[in-house]
């Protein structure tokens, strides 16, 4: 899978298009933009109804895509501001509500025409209901304004020498009405030839109902996948309280700018980003991470807009703000992955692109084999066998297929605090065998803190201890000082002046500190200063195996103690690895530890592959070493020097702690920071996975059995014909069917 970051010049947006209704909608809207020079890629989605287009910002500007898109008979909605959520919450309920006046009017005069024309209900109708001018009366503004959208869209792809859905709708509710108004002005005519002048303006009617009410269903079904962004976008705070000259005041969100002080009391939202600055608490960020325990917040942590403080009150700066907080980042990340398209969609779209004109086709040779060979009226079987093969094909199931499901998938896991980049890579988990864990910051904190404290006759005290030893390493630069100084000042330990400082590249520290030489350092600065330590070895061994650094103290040449520092393990990393072997996954721990060390490591997480002694740019050699063993390499990393092996594995998975170069370059992102979540991404790949392949059956299998049946396939062996208007009923339910079934995937557990 190809990853690489955008150029200064390459834009990726988003855009709104109107008027789509099935998959082949899809191919001519996506078409038509990549035609516009300058375009790199564009992937439309009939789930979300939008486009996202890659495009050169120099060559392409954004009325080039709208001049595409209405070539072609749809809309694409390019200057239009971002609306609030309640803005856009309006309008789709208008549009709703539009559409279920639309189905009302339809099914209400649809129905009272059946009622005045169907065999064996037509005797116990008003009189008045039978008349062939009532009902055309009845018939034509459904005809004309129900059924409007459908002629609008097939007459701009018609121009454009393209057909979709509402080209299908349109050719076959029309051939049944124009037939029943020759019927009811001419049936003298109609009667010379044999035929009863029987009108079928229910056919055209009902027709035009059912599917609208197929479309309001699907609608309603449909914003229903998309919960996830609205949860989302609910969180936000809408106010702000901020401290200026002294005074706090509640402001609008949108006023808040970086560098506010903003206080936060027990039971309110954060509204942006920021530093705690004054004060503690614990905060409930569950809302993004999914993780229920409240976290502990000083002075120095960060704090994440839209999380819920607990108990404490705090002062914090806000430095995110607006499009930049992690929130929004979020919403953004999750939105182009519900836009995006996964690779198995190309076989829909593939087979939709040559689906209409096929099905146009078809029509036509059933009309003529019914008018040829067909027993009398022919010219009236023809007709609505031909009626009923150009709505039973319509491809909509086809087009909701995979869509919908991937707007549930990474909707659910974003629920989840996992965050996936787009609709491939949730597609190719489901591929993986093999998980590489980076060990520093992945399966460790990656904050190494004291462990143990070894004494001698020299110095019994611990505190002692860490006195002269944090007071030392206070001015070291060191990754392991900063472990001892911090636990100096946890245990309120006063450092202590120190003299003659000196760091030893590769051995450790000296000073004086009250009149007293002391060294800091490894077994060759003892040896270098002619200082034994044969009687500590034992201790020095047994902490390296349990995967320790030890550290050895001298004052004035003597031994005065053993310090130990240690990365500790992740809380969740034994949990995580165990249910990736329960799936039969194979983990690999990678780092650059020495080979004991390592294996120490290893053996508390249960991980039986290590990869030592690995220089930070040798990591990408080693995975694409792993895959060339045959295996499907996903690589979970959260450093800058992980952000190649990240790009180089199938698939890259990064620490919402991490750095953002490697969560650039990861097609998945741990905001929960839990690393059960790697297996939980693995099962929701698969699910997905299962559901788009069930719908895909489901669609492609509907059209395979029924376009037979319209065609008139049963006639000869039962007599049995398919109404026209059951073939509208059929392909709503199977559109309604394919979302619904999208939609169970938010109960299954991952």
Same mark, same amino acid.
């Given at each position: ?75 694409? #909605? ?17 549009? #709703? ?6 189905? @009302?009017?339809?099914? !209400? ?62 050719? %076959?509710? *029309? ?32 027709? @035009? ?19 996830? @962004? ?36 027990? %039971? ?12 503690? *608490? ?56 519900? %836009? ?11 087979? *939709? ?52 499901? @991937? ?33 520093? %910051? ?37 990754? #392991? ?71 050895? #103290? ?60 690995? /220089? ?67 099962? !929701? ?34 007599? !049995? !014909? ?22 169970? /995937? ?5």
């Amino acid at each position: 899978m190809e990853k690489s970051l955008l150029n200064n010049q390459t834009v990726k947006k988003t855009f709104p298009i109107k008027g789509m209704h099935c998959a082949s909608c899809v191919n001519v809207i996506e078409r038509a933009i990549k035609k516009v020079d300058g375009v790199e890629d564009c992937a439309v989605n009939i789930a979300t109804e939008q486009a996202t287009v890659t495009y050169n910002k120099d060559k392409v500007k954004k009325v080039h895509i709208a001049s595409a898109v209405a070539n072609v008979g749809y809309r694409a #909605l390019v200057n239009e501001e971002v609306k609030s959520e309640e803005e856009q919450k309006k309008e789709k309920q208008r549009e #709703l509500n539009a559409l279920r006046n639309k189905v @009302i009017f339809s099914l !209400l005069f649809g129905g009272l025409i059946l009622w005045g024309s169907f065999p064996w209900i037509m005797q116990f109708s008003p009189s008045f209901l039978q008349n062939p001018l009532v009902q055309f009366i009845f018939a034509t503004p459904v005809q004309i304004w129900a059924g409007w959208e459908f002629y609008r869209a097939t007459f701009a792809s018609l121009r454009h020498r393209s057909a979709n859905m509402d080209t299908l709708v349109a050719i %076959g509710t *029309s051939v049944a009405y124009l037939y029943s108004v020759f019927v009811t002005f001419f049936p003298n005519t109609v009667q010379q030839l044999g035929i009863n002048p029987m009108p079928y303006f229910d056919t055209s009617t009902i027709i @035009i109902g059912l599917i609208l009410l197929g479309r309001y269903f699907e609608a309603r079904a449909k914003s229903a996948t998309s919960n996830a @962004i609205k949860k989302l976008i609910g969180l936000q705070a809408k106010t702000a309280r901020v401290v200026r000259d002294g005074n706090e005041i509640d402001i609008p969100l949108e006023q808040v700018q970086i560098g506010d002080m903003l206080r936060v009391k027990p %039971g309110e939202k954060i509204p942006v980003d920021g530093e705690v600055v004054e004060g503690q *608490s614990s905060v409930d960020e569950s809302m993004l991470t999914g993780e229920s325990i409240p976290v502990e917040k000083q002075i120095g942590d960060t704090v994440i807009g839209a999380t819920i403080n607990k108990h404490g009150t705090f002062l914090y700066k806000a430095n995110k703000i607006g499009q930049d907080t992690m929130l929004s980042q979020i919403i953004k990340l999750v939105q182009e992955a519900q %836009g995006s398209k996964a690779p198995i969609q190309r076989i829909a779209d593939m087979i *939709s692109s040559y689906f209409v004109p096929f099905v146009l086709m078809l029509a036509l040779a059933t009309f003529a084999i019914w008018y040829d060979f067909g027993q009398t009226p022919a010219l009236l079987f023809a007709i609505l066998n031909t009626v009923a093969v150009l709505i039973i094909a319509c491809p909509c199931a086809m087009g909701l297929a995979t869509p919908t499901a @991937i707007m549930v998938g990474t909707g659910k896991g974003a629920e989840q605090g996992i965050l996936i980049k787009d609709a491939e890579s949730l597609e190719i988990a489901h591929k993986i065998n093999t998980v590489v864990f980076d060990k520093t %910051g992945t399966l460790t904190n990656g904050k190494p803190v004291v462990t143990d404290i070894v004494t001698s006759n020299t110095i019994a005290d611990n505190q002692e201890i860490l006195q002269l030893v944090a007071s030392l390493e206070k001015a070291s630069e060191h990754s #392991l000082a900063d472990a001892i100084v911090k636990e100096a000042e946890k245990q309120n330990v006063t450092l202590l002046p120190v003299a003659n400082f000196k760091a030893i590249p590769g051995f450790g520290v000296e000073g004086e500190i009250a009149n007293k030489r002391v060294l800091f350092g490894n077994r060759k600065l003892m040896e270098k200063e002619n200082i034994s330590i044969t009687h500590v070895d034992e201790h020095i061994i047994k902490l390296e195996h349990e995967g320790k650094t030890a550290m050895i #103290l001298s004052v004035d040449g003597k031994l005065a103690a053993l310090i130990a520092v240690a990365d500790t393990v992740k809380e969740s990393a034994v949990e995580g690895i165990k249910r990736l072997q329960k799936m039969g996954i194979e983990v690999i721990m990678l780092t650059g530890d020495n080979e004991r060390t390592a294996h120490s490591i290893a053996e508390k997480l249960g991980i039986t592959r290590i990869i030592a002694e690995v /220089l930070p740019d040798q990591k990408e050699a080693v995975i694409k070493k792993v895959q060339h063993e045959g295996k499907k390499v996903a690589m979970v990393g959260d450093g800058i020097n992980d952000a190649p092996a990240l790009a180089a594995a199938d698939l890259g998975i990064a620490m919402g702690s991490g750095t953002d170069v490697a969560i650039e370059a990861a097609d998945i992102t741990l905001v929960n920071k839990n690393l059960s979540s790697i297996a939980s991404a693995i099962v !929701l790949s698969r699910n997905t996975m299962r559901t788009i392949k069930m719908n895909l059956g489901w669609a492609f299998g509907y059209n395979i059995i029924l376009i037979p049946v319209a065609m008139g396939g049963l006639y000869p062996f039962f007599h !049995l !014909l398919l109404n026209p208007i059951f073939a509208s009923a059929a392909m709503a339910l199977s559109s309604i069917s394919v979302v619904s079934n999208s939609l169970l /995937l938010k109960k299954q557990k991952i």
